[in-house]
């Protein structure tokens, strides 16, 4: 399970340091992709699996079932750590996720989330967290 806030800055190469508590869960290689939210999803192999069997059984006769799996699959690339603990991050999943300098990682359950310090400040506000707490406590969700 990932978990965590850190923060790191993003190189003029676009390498970013991978947190030392994430880089044993990830493994050897992993896959980044476009987040829903305006930052990077990143996922370890078993988990991307995971997703991608979840792909094969949707209908792919529906539109978002469609639109879904191309703005996952085609944003998605396989990455690796190098020996000084970055990893490079494409240029289009940079520009998606406006990376630029002050990088902000977060371990959210079975991923990594990477933003842009500035927008996770921007759109992780909790001031409506009770309302939040109780619409998942209607789904079943509850801590």
């Known amino acids: 399970m990932f978990m965590g806030e850190y923060h790191h800055n ?9 947190p ?3 880089r044993e869960q990830l493994g050897k ?3 980044v992709t476009k987040g829903i939210d305006p930052c990077l999803y990143v996922y370890p192999l078993d988990e991307w699996k995971v997703i991608e069997e979840k792909f094969r059984q949707a209908n792919t006769m529906t539109s ?12 998605a690339c396989s990455a ?3 020996k000084q603990g970055r990893v490079l991050l494409p240029n289009t999943l940079r520009e998606y996720a406006d990376l ?4 902000v990682t977060v371990g959210v ?14 759109g992780n506000t909790y001031d409506d967290i ?3 707490a109780e619409q998942m406590a209607e789904l079943g969700i509850g801590i």
Request: no cysteine.
């Open 80 to 82: 690796e750590i190098d």
């Open 64 to 75: 978002n079932a469609r639109k879904l799996s191309r703005f996952l699959f085609a944003g």
């Open 10 to 18: 993003i190189d003029e190469k676009g390498r970013l340091i991978v």
């Open 20 to 22: 030392a508590k994430f």
């Open 29 to 31: 290689e992993f896959i």
């Open 100 to 103: 630029s300098k002050d990088i």
């Open 109 to 122: 359950l079975n991923r990594v989330e990477i933003w842009d310090k500035t927008k996770w400040e921007e």
């Open 130 to 132: 009770d309302e939040v």
